[in-house]
């Protein structure tokens, strides 16, 4: 499994909202991905991760550092 930079919640989808799961980033505000196994959701939040890194840097935003907590 991929190490991440930042911790990532994991939970299921309903049926309702295309099942799967979810790969939220706590430290990084409206940072998510989705998948349809929990390994896959997050290998796809690994990317998204990048891209938002990327485009608040683009943006002259500060990013957060990695946090050791979901909290």
Do not use: H
Not at 11 to 23: I, K, N, T, V, Y
Not at 33 to 41: K, L, M, N, R, W
Not at 45 to 60: L, R
């Amino acid at each position: 499994m991929t190490k991440l930079p930042y911790p990532v919640l994991v939970s299921p989808l309903l049926p309702e909202d295309g099942g799967g799961f979810l790969a939220t980033v706590r430290g990084l505000p409206g940072c998510m991905s989705d998948g349809e196994t929990p390994q896959e959701a997050i290998s796809n939040v690994g990317d998204a991760i990048a891209s938002w890194i990327e485009t608040a840097q683009d943006m002259g935003r500060d990013v957060p550092p990695p946090s050791t907590t979901l909290g």
